[in-house]
């Protein structure tokens, strides 16, 4: 089982990021993905989930209105689409996978499969 993210970069504030995840998961329509965030010095935090179908997606306050979940189950793919980027979206960001149910998409101790991540940076 493999999840591998690419698109991180530098980019500088108000700018756009495209990220993307790409799974070797059997079943991976099986499977809500996530996107997490970790700064320099601070935990790893959620930033948005997309269930099995793509119908449902959640967002952390922090990104709501700006980020963009997206999914192609044909293609065994997530993206997290970025704009009007800040300086404190500065960090690694991961992909995730996992079986639970929406209300457990927020905790990291939810997700069975996790990329090695992506840095992006957002210069003032």
């Known amino acids: 089982v493999e999840l591998v993210e690419s698109g991180g970069g530098e980019v500088q504030a108000g700018g756009t990021l495209r990220l993307s995840c790409a799974a070797s998961?059997?079943?991976?329509?099986?499977?809500?993905m996530a996107w997490f965030r970790q700064a320099p010095g601070k935990e790893r935090e959620f930033v948005s989930a997309i269930n099995w179908s793509g119908d449902s997606t959640s967002y952390a306050d922090s990104v709501e209105d700006r980020f963009i979940i997206s999914r192609d189950n044909a293609v065994l793919t997530v993206d997290l689409q970025m704009n009007s980027l800040k300086p404190e979206d500065t960090a690694v960001y991961y992909c995730a996978a996992t079986t639970g149910s929406s209300g457990s998409y927020y905790y990291t101790s939810a997700y069975n499969y996790w990329g090695q991540g992506t840095q992006v940076t957002v210069s003032s």
């Open positions: 998961l059997r079943f991976f329509s099986n499977y809500a």
